[in-house]
């Protein structure tokens, strides 16, 4: 998987670019793990060089940014930023289910 020991955080960030550019419109988390255990030297800058990028991508394609970037650092251990991620996934749920409510009117037609 993409936390395993063996996979680079540059590895990471590769695959999370490539995913991210294959679904640009979906709702979307990032999410820094394991923080009580330390992140690399470098990891959270280059993510928001990444992050920076796609604002820009996304900008110049007419789509709606956001104004910073965005990220949870999440330690289950600690309980560092759980209930900011529930409250986001809770968040982005009620966005789908109004995009799925929509789809569902225009059926019924």
Same mark, same amino acid.
């Given at each position: 998987?993409?936390?395993?020991?063996?996979?680079?955080?540059?590895?990471?960030?590769?695959?999370?670019?490539?995913?991210?550019?294959?679904?640009?419109?979906?709702?979307? /988390?990032?999410?820094?793990? !394991?923080?009580?255990? &330390? *992140?690399?030297?470098?990891?959270?800058e280059r993510l928001i060089e990444i992050m920076e990028?796609?604002?820009?991508?996304?900008?110049?394609?007419?789509?709606?940014?956001?104004?910073?970037?965005?990220? /949870?650092?999440?330690?289950? !251990?600690?309980?560092? &930023? *759980?209930?900011?991620?529930?409250?986001?996934?809770?968040?982005?749920?009620?966005?789908?289910?109004?995009?799925?409510?929509?789809?569902?009117?225009?059926?019924?037609?």
């Amino acid at each position: 998987g993409a936390g395993d020991k063996c996979s680079s955080v540059e590895d990471q960030l590769i695959l999370r670019r490539e995913v991210r550019a294959r679904f640009p419109r979906r709702p979307w /988390i990032d999410v820094i793990s !394991k923080y009580d255990l &330390g *992140v690399v030297d470098g990891a959270r800058e280059r993510l928001i060089e990444i992050m920076e990028a796609e604002r820009l991508e996304k900008a110049k394609k007419g789509f709606d940014v956001d104004e910073e970037n965005y990220f /949870i650092e999440l330690s289950i !251990k600690e309980g560092q &930023g *759980v209930e900011e991620l529930r409250q986001e996934v809770m968040r982005m749920l009620g966005e789908v289910r109004v995009v799925l409510d929509a789809m569902a009117k225009m059926d019924d037609r």
